[in-house]
């Protein structure tokens, strides 16, 4: 099991859907504090993930399932990654953030989704690694090699380098950065602001609302370049390549990065057109490795 299949069966284990569908639970819902809030909303994408018969590793539609065109990426044992992820980004194709523990396997990437009881207390330990670092330009940030060369730790040695990256749009990105200064509950941490990323290809993933933004998986592997680790960093960026070329094809557009061969688009494109069987199943089924629908033969 993956980071990105253990933290789907984590989240859907921490709520119960059904209990915020009855007009019986109106009392605990008017009594609710921020976790139960964010539970309704969590509830509600879980569900549309399962009518939209969407992959839980890879968050795609079935019919354009990505998780086998990765190639795996070995995390140099002293970096370890944390990506703190809004509720919004749950199951979005579009999302980078959880392409990073499918590319790069290992015990060292951490996923976290912001407003889940467990995972709160998740994210307290995490942000009492020593040598953590925060990715995010917001006011106060330290260029990240002015970073490394003030801590010695991180410095010439990059010694247990543990960045945290915030994975949302911009807006609620900022929501999250004015959590974690404010929640008194959780250990202060040092933001960091990332060289200009550059071959910035997030326009074809999803729409840029910044001139300089950039996707969560371009700001990790920008980075790690910055560090020197140059392997994982192009791993990264392979993968961005997959998702983009999956989107265009799913949107009916050419891919741009050759990640496809010419007989696999249309094999894809064909399974778009295909119509589904009518999926009146359990949410937990996506959930539960039953993600792959199966389909009626025959074309649109």
């Not at 539609?61 to 070995?74: G, Y």
Request: hydrophobic share 35%.
């Amino acid at each position: 099991m993956n980071e990105v299949d253990a933290l789907s069966r984590r989240i859907f284990k921490s709520f119960n859907p059904s209990e915020y569908k009855h007009s019986q639970d109106r009392r605990k819902l008017q009594q609710a504090n921020m976790f139960e809030d964010n539970g309704r909303f969590i509830a509600s994408r879980l569900f549309r993930a399962a009518k939209e018969r969407r992959c839980s590793s890879c968050w795609m539609r079935d019919c354009v399932c990505i998780c086998d065109r990765f190639r795996s990426v070995e995390v140099p044992k002293n970096t370890s990654i944390s990506i703190l992820m809004h509720p919004g980004e749950l199951f979005r194709g579009s999302n980078t953030g959880h392409l990073i523990p499918l590319v790069m396997q290992s015990e060292n990437i951490q996923t976290v989704v912001f407003g889940v009881r467990e995972e709160h207390e998740r994210l307290r330990e995490l942000l009492k690694r020593p040598n953590t670092v925060v990715l995010f330009p917001c006011a106060g940030a330290i260029p990240l090699p002015e970073a490394f060369r003030e801590h010695e730790t991180l410095g010439t040695q990059h010694l247990g380098v543990h960045f945290v990256v915030v994975d949302g749009t911009w807006r609620t990105a900022r929501k999250l950065v004015k959590f974690l200064n404010d929640d008194p509950t959780l250990p202060q941490v040092t933001f960091v602001s990332i060289p200009d990323a550059e071959n910035i290809i997030f326009d074809e993933v999803r729409k840029r609302t910044r001139e300089d933004g950039c996707s969560t998986i371009e700001a990790i592997a920008t980075a790690l370049e910055s560090i020197g680790d140059l392997n994982s960093a192009k791993g990264l960026r392979s993968g961005l390549h997959v998702l983009s070329d999956a989107l265009s094809i799913q949107r009916g557009d050419e891919p741009m990065h050759g990640t496809y061969r010419p007989e696999e688009i249309m094999a894809t494109r064909r399974r778009i057109v295909a119509p589904y069987k009518k999926y009146d199943g359990p949410v937990s089924a996506i959930l539960a490795g039953s993600s792959r629908i199966p389909r009626t033969t025959g074309s649109k």
